[in-house]
T-cell receptor
């Protein structure tokens, strides 16, 4: 069964450093998302991406964050200058965008980001 | 502010019993409703989606939606210890973001 993949599974970085989290969405899916989950808290939306552009972003997704779809398969999240509070599990999700599926989203296994 | 509320639990049920999980939401414009299961340290796994008022059954799972009351529920019949996890309710206005609740922890004892 097709699935979303993410790399790396765990990233440790120093405060102020740049990190890039990578995702390969399910083939033929049209909608791509990043969410994060701080330990013990709820899953929070960061950004959605459709037709090669950001379609929606949350207040969390400030100028330190950017997303890119550099080729036909990868979808990346870059954090330019990490802060301690960026430590969280980051999930990539994708959705087919088919009529009638009403936005079912399938999540990858996540990247645990630890900022020291 | 769009809110999704769930009782954090834990909800403890014996093996073979019916587990009932509830969720309320604030945004009347919500069109799509989802239940995800999340094991500790893992990612959310989609188990049910529902879009119309009423019940939707899939195996041991039944989702119920009442848009007038802004209420979604999930019933798990014949609960198994492997069902022990946190169940996340998520709502969406359409082809857009998911707003999640904090989740309800379910514990199924053998």
């Amino acid at each position: 069964e097709p699935e979303v993949t993410q790399t790396p599974s765990h990233q440790v970085t120093q405060m102020g450093q740049e990190v890039i989290l990578r995702c390969v969405p399910i083939s033929n899916h049209l909608y791509f998302y990043w969410y994060r989950q701080i330990l013990g808290q709820k899953v929070e939306f960061l950004v959605s991406f459709y037709n090669n552009e950001i379609s929606e972003k949350s207040e969390i997704f400030d100028d330190q964050f950017s997303v890119e779809r550099p080729d036909g398969s990868n979808f990346t999240l870059k954090i330019r200058s990490t802060k301690l509070e960026d430590s969280a599990m980051y999930f990539c999700a994708s959705g087919a965008g088919l009529a009638g599926d009403y936005n079912e989203q399938f999540f990858g296994p996540g990247t645990r980001l630890t900022v020291l | 502010q769009k809110e999704v509320e769930q009782n954090s639990g834990p909800l403890s049920v014996p093996e073979g019993a019916i587990a009932s999980l509830n969720c309320t939401y604030s945004d009347r414009g919500s069109q799509s409703f989802f239940w995800y299961r999340q094991y500790s340290g893992k990612s959310p796994e989609l188990i049910m989606s529902i879009y119309s008022n009423g019940d939707k059954e899939d195996g041991r799972f039944t989702a119920q939606l009442n848009k007038a009351s802004q209420y979604v529920s999930l019933l798990i019949r014949d609960s198994q210890p492997s069902d022990s996890a946190t169940y996340l309710c998520a709502v969406s206005p359409g082809y857009s973001t998911l707003t999640f609740g904090k989740g309800t922890m379910l514990l199924v004892s053998p």
